[in-house]
């Protein structure tokens, strides 16, 4: 698989141990320099304030709570994420995260790294084209 994801340093936000050990996986062998796993919300806002990430991988809920008000956060930051969940969104959802891709659990491997890989460029373009002020 290519470099897509070169030197990013990833916050994953999930909470079934196999799929953050598959996912930490696929994104080094795509190029990560660094995944930072949060299994819970505590622990993604430990991994906020504890380390810099370049983009996050977000599940919709950890272990029954939503990560919504997590992602919104993210979002007024324009911190680039992807939701890659088991769980769809809602209409309201949609909306409220336009552009925001969300990958669907199971989801092949290279759909979840293309999507984080769009995500860190649409980011970069939307801030070049940010003027300066």
């Given at each position: 698989?290519?470099?897509?994801?070169?030197?990013?340093?990833?916050?994953?936000l999930e909470?079934?141990?196999l799929?953050a050990?598959?996912?930490?996986?696929?994104?080094?062998?795509?190029?990560?320099?660094?995944?930072?796993?949060?299994?819970?919300?505590?622990?993604a806002?430990?991994?906020?304030?504890?380390?810099?990430?370049?983009?996050?991988?977000i599940?919709?809920?950890?272990?029954?709570?939503?990560?919504?008000?997590?992602?919104?956060?993210l979002?007024?930051?324009?911190?680039?994420?992807?939701?890659?969940?088991?769980?769809?969104?809602?209409?309201?959802?949609?909306?409220?995260?336009?552009?925001?891709?969300?990958?669907?659990?199971?989801?092949?491997?290279?759909?979840?790294?293309?999507?984080v890989?769009?995500?860190?460029?649409r980011?970069?373009?939307?801030a070049?084209?940010?003027?300066?002020?």
């Amino acid at each position: 698989m290519p470099s897509l994801l070169k030197g990013l340093r990833i916050l994953l936000l999930e909470d079934e141990p196999l799929i953050a050990m598959d996912v930490e996986q696929l994104c080094r062998d795509s190029g990560a320099a660094a995944i930072f796993v949060a299994r819970n919300l505590e622990d993604a806002e430990n991994e906020v304030q504890r380390t810099g990430f370049d983009v996050a991988i977000i599940d919709l809920m950890l272990g029954g709570t939503s990560t919504v008000d997590f992602a919104t956060r993210l979002h007024a930051g324009k911190i680039p994420f992807v939701f890659a969940s088991g769980y769809s969104m809602s209409p309201d959802l949609v909306a409220s995260f336009a552009g925001i891709s969300l990958i669907t659990k199971p989801y092949a491997g290279a759909d979840l790294v293309e999507a984080v890989a769009n995500a860190v460029r649409r980011n970069s373009l939307q801030a070049t084209d940010d003027p300066i002020t």
